[in-house]
DNA sequence: CCGGACGCCTGTCGGC
DNA sequence: TGCCGACAGGCGTCCG
């Protein structure tokens, strides 16, 4: 579910809430995530105040004074803000209870998110110190796209989902960036000229920034901290549409399953 | 080293 | 109506 937009859209919704505040406990009904949650965790964060929040890659980080907790959405992730004494619901597996009353609560139904704890220097935990750029970044271009891509023949699709190439491009917005460069999800990312990766980075960073703008993409499980679903369902020109027409010429948008996802493109726009 | 396949989970949907 | 397989925003790991 979640890629760079949904997870920046939690994280500047949740932000407001909990920076200043202290997390009096934490409070797991269910610790086998990706990976079990260590009941070490629940030491380190309990009594800290959340000095900020930040994203890396598809990972929001609650900095603390003494390390940060890592929280990654997997695929059906979703974070609210919500009365502590809000009943649970059957995948609400984490609170974060806060001093105000409040809580940070993590549903996630098929449990492939993850809970960690870091501590300084954050940057080298495992799971952040391999990571490519931030798509949005000015160190993310066409040219780093080119350079990284020369030996390798996979398809362009899985290259840009290569979160040691570029982070936070996930299956949905892989789709979209590719079907706005007009570049086909099969092409081998080696066999792309430099003008045509400068199109495609410029088009990972457009549709990435629209969907912020948007509040994320709400296909089934995600919403928003408040509850509310993302809108740029309806702003997806080939994700799903497998079948109806091709917005930019009409031709019947085509769906192939690379790399065990889901792919969808225009036969007739993308070479 | 690379690319491809496989699990990890639960829920939902389409076909029979 | 019920059952069963396929599939779903991710990603670490294993295998050839």
Not at 77 to 94: E, F, K, N, Q, Y
Not at 115 to 125: F, T, V, Y
Not at 189 to 196: N, P, Q
Not at 243 to 270: A, D, H, K, M, T
Request: aromatic residues 6%; proline residues 9%; charged residues 20%.
């Amino acid at each position: 579910m979640p890629e760079l937009p949904e997870v920046e859209t939690s994280l500047r919704g949740i932000a407001p809430h909990l920076r200043g505040r202290r997390i009096v406990r934490l409070v797991a009904r269910q610790r086998r995530l990706r990976w079990p949650v260590p009941e070490t965790v629940d030491a380190a964060v309990a009594g800290q105040p959340v000095e900020s929040l930040s994203r890396r890659a598809k990972y929001l980080l609650l900095h603390l004074p003494r390390g940060a907790l890592i929280l990654h959405l997997g695929m059906s992730g979703s974070l609210r803000v919500l009365p502590a004494t809000t009943p649970a619901g059957a995948h609400d597996h984490i609170d974060l209870v806060l001093d105000d009353g409040r809580c940070l609560r993590l549903r996630d139904p098929r449990r492939f998110g993850s809970l960690h704890w870091a501590e300084p220097p954050i940057a080298a935990h495992p799971l952040l110190a391999r990571l490519g750029p931030e798509p949005l970044s000015p160190g993310f271009d066409g040219a780093h796209l080119f350079r990284l891509s020369r030996d390798s023949r996979a398809p362009v699709k899985n290259f840009i989902m290569d979160s040691h190439v570029v982070v936070g491009v996930g299956n949905i917005y892989a789709s979209e960036a590719l079907h706005r460069a007009g570049i086909h999800p099969h092409r081998p990312a080696g066999r792309i000229a430099l003008a045509r990766h400068e199109r495609l980075a410029t088009s990972i960073k457009t549709v990435l920034a629209a969907a912020i703008a948007q509040g994320g993409t709400s296909l089934r499980d995600f919403v928003q901290e408040d509850g509310a679903p993302g809108y740029f369902a309806q702003a997806l020109k080939v994700y799903g549409r497998a079948g109806l027409p091709c917005p930019g010429c009409g031709e019947p948008v085509r769906q192939q399953r690379i790399g065990q996802r889901s792919s969808f493109y225009c036969p007739r726009c993308q070479h």
